[in-house]
Nanobody, 125 residues
């Protein structure tokens, strides 16, 4: 059993920054792929970023490239999402997810076995 707990969400003005954290427990963290997704009410869950076990391979959705950075600290079993130059459309709930599949960062939700409860991000325009 794996538990993922997100933190770091909150309210920020457009152009500002937030850093989300996701702490994992319960299974060997170092061997997995970690991802960040977001989901607005009434919409499908959307991929944001993913990172492989050692941080050497990262994947981003086009809309966040150059502004968001995913990273991980395996010693702390934690993955981060640094979000800069935030826009109002980033307002939604952000979820972290863990995969023990191919080891390659993926944008597919069905490749992630475990999900956190989410953290709310609100960006004012």
């Amino acid at each position: 059993q794996v538990r993922l707990e997100e933190s770091g969400g909150g309210f920020v003005q457009a152009g500002g920054s937030l850093r989300l954290s996701c702490a994992a427990s319960g299974q060997n963290f170092i061997t997995n792929v970690m991802g960040w997704f977001r989901q607005a009410p009434g919409k499908e869950r959307e991929f944001v970023a993913a990172i492989n076990w050692n941080g050497g391979d990262k994947l981003y959705t086009d809309s966040v490239k150059g502004r968001f950075t995913i990273s991980r600290d395996n010693a702390k079993s934690t993955v981060y999402l640094q979000m800069n130059s935030l826009k109002a459309e980033a307002t939604t709930v952000y979820y972290c997810a863990a995969s023990w599949g191919s080891g390659v960062p993926s944008a597919r939700t069905d490749e992630y076995m475990y999900w956190g409860q989410g953290t709310q991000v609100a960006v004012s325009s």
